[in-house]
């Protein structure tokens, strides 16, 4: 598994039920709302730092996903995905990188395209099982309370970077 890590420049993740716990709330005027949790995201960051670009590649189009991004200075993002995999050759277009250097987290069927085909998969511990099979790597955390942070510390540790970035900073 570390070695597949070692070769990762772009980790790609869903939003609803990774980055969410999958939950969509609705007030009384039509505004969404979805709750991220502050961990993944400094997992996130810290990745950033690593010099590792995030994107984002979910189905839905939402407005908090656009503020979320920009707040964790995500440029990669891709809403309204219904096709995946479109997506994810326009990223690898963009990014000029090969299936081998990028990971990707879903946790539902139109996550599987992008899955089979990235150097590394995971899936949150609530995924549903076609994505268990699949994936590199089941987080132990469910999506929305940890997963993301969960995949970020272990890529930061595979790449050999955790010391660095972490340890010495934080002096654990």
């Not at 503020?67 to 891709?78: F, H, V």
């Not at 990028?102 to 949150?124: K, Q, T, W």
């Not at 995949?151 to 790449?159: A, E, F, P, S, Y």
Request: aromatic residues 6%; contains cysteine; hydrophobic residues 40%.
């Amino acid at each position: 598994m570390n070695e597949k890590l070692k070769n990762i420049e772009l980790l790609l993740l869903d939003v609803d039920g990774v980055m969410t716990d999958g939950k969509i709330i609705w007030d009384a005027q039509g505004v969404e709302t979805k709750f991220f949790n502050v961990k993944d995201g400094h997992g996130i960051k810290l990745v950033q730092r690593a010099g590792i670009q995030i994107g984002i590649i979910t189905g839905r189009i939402s407005p908090v996903v656009n503020l979320r991004a920009k707040e964790l200075g995500i440029e990669i993002l891709y809403q309204g995905a219904l096709n995946k995999l479109d997506s994810y050759s326009e990223i690898k277009q963009r990014t000029s990188l090969e299936d081998y250097q990028i990971a990707y987290m879903g946790d539902d069927v139109i996550d599987l395209p992008v899955m089979r085909r990235v150097g590394f998969s995971a899936a949150p511990a609530d995924a549903l099982p076609e994505l268990i099979k699949v994936a590199d790597y089941i987080t132990k955390s469910n999506g929305g309370c940890g997963a993301v942070r969960e995949l970020c510390d272990m890529l930061l540790k595979g790449k050999g970077l955790w010391d660095e970035l972490v340890v010495k900073r934080y002096e654990l």
